[in-house]
């Protein structure tokens, strides 16, 4: 059981180690990184990713979720810049940390910091329907579902839908509101 908080890390290099096991099967490499990546994940997919953190406008930031100094979860946010809108993606807990309610704080850390750049004004994410737990997080955390994309991804012979969520930077001011509508 961790003792510590999940802290907000930037992904850095000696990260990618500890993620490599995280996905036994090609079917959980998808699930996490969508029908882009090769089986099984290695080091260059990953460093990949991390190359495209870097300049003034980087297409993507990707953080890590620290506890007791171990990683413990992995999320991305592919940026566009010029419409103020985020995609979070490719969001894991460490297999071995799963279970401890840390995908709610961790994912609590990414959207404050996301919305804490005023360009941003809309963080979305798809995610496969089957996947109920990571469902469940995404509307405790107060994402909405927009809409479903039916059969959007073939892994091996079977097909697999996406369901779409949204959360505006509006939606989170709505939170902090009591429940009579005036402000805090």
């Known amino acids: 059981m961790p003792t510590a908080p999940v802290q907000l890390e930037i992904f850095a290099q000696h990260h990618i180690a500890?993620?490599?096991?995280?996905?036994?099967?090609?079917?959980?490499l998808t699930q996490?990184?969508?029908p882009g990546l090769r089986f099984p994940l290695d080091a260059t997919q990953l460093e990949e990713m991390q190359a495209s953190t870097s300049g003034n406008e980087p297409a993507r930031w990707v953080f890590s979720g620290i506890v007791d100094g171990n990683l413990a979860g992995h999320a991305q946010v592919a940026l566009d810049w010029e419409n103020?809108?985020?995609r979070l993606g490719r969001v894991a807990i460490n297999p071995?940390?799963?279970?401890?309610?840390?995908a709610h704080p961790f994912l609590q850390c990414i959207i404050e910091r996301f919305f804490a750049d005023?360009?941003?004004?809309r963080l979305e994410l798809n995610v496969y329907t089957f996947n109920t737990a990571a469902i469940r997080t995404y509307l405790k955390l107060g994402?909405?579902?927009?809409?479903?994309?039916?059969?959007?991804a073939r892994v091996g012979d079977v097909r697999w839908d996406t369901a779409i969520y949204g959360m505006l930077r509006s939606d989170l001011s709505a939170k902090?509101?009591?429940?009579n509508g005036s402000p805090t």
């Open 143 to 152: 994402f909405v579902e927009e809409g479903v994309r039916r059969s959007s």
């Open 84 to 86: 103020g809108v985020g």
């Open 96 to 102: 071995r940390l799963r279970g401890l309610g840390l």
């Open 118 to 121: 005023p360009i941003f004004e």
């Open 176 to 179: 902090s509101l009591p429940q």
């Open 18 to 28: 500890d993620m490599l096991d995280w996905f036994p099967t090609a079917a959980a």
């Open 32 to 34: 996490w990184g969508g």
